[in-house]
C-alpha cells in the first residue's frame, strides 16, 4: 500500500504532454509491451512527449500507470467504479482523463488478456530429483525438469526445460512450482480467477 501510495505523486507528470492524446498513447503504449517492457524506442518517444530527461523519471510514472491498467484489467471493477481507484491527492483533471481513457479501453484490455491465458503453453509434466555436482561436491542440488507443451501449435511443438537450484532454496520454491504448475495446467481458471476481485501482472 505505501509503495503504491507514493507512486501517485509521479501522474502529474501527464500534464507535461502536449495533449491528451499524447496520454492515450502512452496507454496503449504500456498495454501493447505488457508482456515485454518498453523498448528503447517506446522510451524515447514517452520521454519526449513528456519533456523527461531520463529513465528515472520515467519509471515511476510507468509502474503507476501498469498498477493502474492491471487493475481495470483484472479486477472485477466496472467502468462506473474506475474512478474510485485514483485517491483524493490527484488532481481531479488527472482523474477525468484517466478514467475516461481507463474506461475506453477496459473491455478491449480484457479480451486481450483473456487470449494471452488461453494462448500460454500448458505444463505436461514436472519432475526433480536431487543430485551432486560431482564425487566431492559438498552441496547437493535439484534439477528441476519442466516439459511444456503448447496447445495452439501441432503436438510436436513440445519444449523441455531444466534448471538447477541449491538445497537450501529448494524448499522455498517447491510451493512456488506447484502452484506454477495448477496454473499452466489450468488456464482457463487462471483467467476467470483473475477477472474476480483477488488481484499484477506481468511494463
Not at 505523486?9 to 504500456?30: C, D, K, M, T
Not at 561436491?137 to 528441476?144: G, K, L, R
Amino acid at each position: 500500500m505505501e509503495l503504491q501510495h507514493s507512486l501517485w505523486g509521479h501522474l502529474p507528470l501527464l500534464l507535461q504532454s502536449s495533449s491528451w492524446e499524447s496520454v492515450e498513447y502512452i496507454l496503449q503504449a504500456l498495454w501493447r509491451t505488457r508482456r515485454t517492457g518498453l523498448d528503447d524506442t517506446d522510451r524515447k518517444v514517452i520521454r519526449e512527449m513528456l519533456g523527461l530527461s531520463s529513465d528515472s523519471d520515467l519509471d515511476p510514472l510507468v509502474l503507476c500507470l501498469r498498477i493502474l491498467m492491471r487493475k481495470c484489467v483484472y479486477e472485477n471493477i466496472c467502468k462506473d467504479e474506475i474512478h474510485k481507484l485514483f485517491p483524493k491527492e490527484v488532481l481531479p483533471e488527472l482523474q477525468r482523463c484517466l478514467t475516461l481513457l481507463l474506461q475506453k479501453f477496459q473491455q478491449e484490455w480484457r479480451e486481450d488478456a483473456h487470449k494471452d491465458m488461453v494462448s500460454l503453453p500448458r505444463l505436461k509434466a514436472m519432475t526433480w530429483n536431487m543430485a551432486n555436482q560431482s564425487v566431492d561436491a559438498t552441496d547437493p542440488f535439484a534439477i528441476i525438469n519442466l516439459k511444456l507443451q503448447d496447445d495452439t501449435r501441432s503436438l510436436s511443438g513440445e519444449a523441455e526445460v531444466k534448471f538447477q537450484l541449491s538445497k537450501d532454496t529448494l524448499g522455498t520454491m517447491l510451493n512456488s512450482l506447484y502452484l506454477i504448475r495448477d496454473q499452466l495446467s489450468n488456464p482457463d481458471d487462471t483467467s476467470n480467477e483473475q477477472e474476480q476481485p483477488d488481484q499484477a501482472g506481468t511494463a
